[in-house]
């Protein structure tokens, strides 16, 4: 019986050794992978069950020269790029104030999403934020809802203030 070959085979049977950027839209239950091909502009995306450690095995098993991995932060956090780093990837983490948008998107899909990020990176149109340690990761977790009590404090004062 022979296998009959995936587009993820086909694809990367065809890029050999050219760099591959890849775009990840990241959510809860899945991920939209973007391979792009910096020298052909070969494209191709397929979406797979979320999970650091499951994807990046699927990203070393693929075996093609994966220059760099991007996606955009968000509520998933900075625990994939850790993942990611430490099995030899170069990752840079999206800011989603600074991915350019159109005036008019045609549409916006998960599939889409990795795809922009893919190419707008090889383009060289995205700046990477600063990823956190996990010890000041820690500390941002703390801080953050101290300053949404102390805000709201203030407000209920106002309130009572204003009786």
Known sequence: MVKKATRVSRFVAAVEDQPIVVGLDVHKKTCSVALFSKEDGLVESHTCPAGEAALAHQLAELAINIEHIVYESGPTGFALSRVLTAAGFDVSVISASRIPRGYAAAAKNDRLDALKLAT????????????????????????????????????????????
Request: cysteine-free; proline content about 7%.
């Open 120 to 163: 707008y990176y090889a383009r060289g149109l995205l700046r990477p934020i600063a990823i956190p340690s996990v010890e000041q990761e820690g500390y941002r977790a703390l801080v953050r809802p101290r300053k949404r009590i102390a805000e709201s404090r203030g407000k209920i004062k106002h309130k009572i203030k204003g009786f």
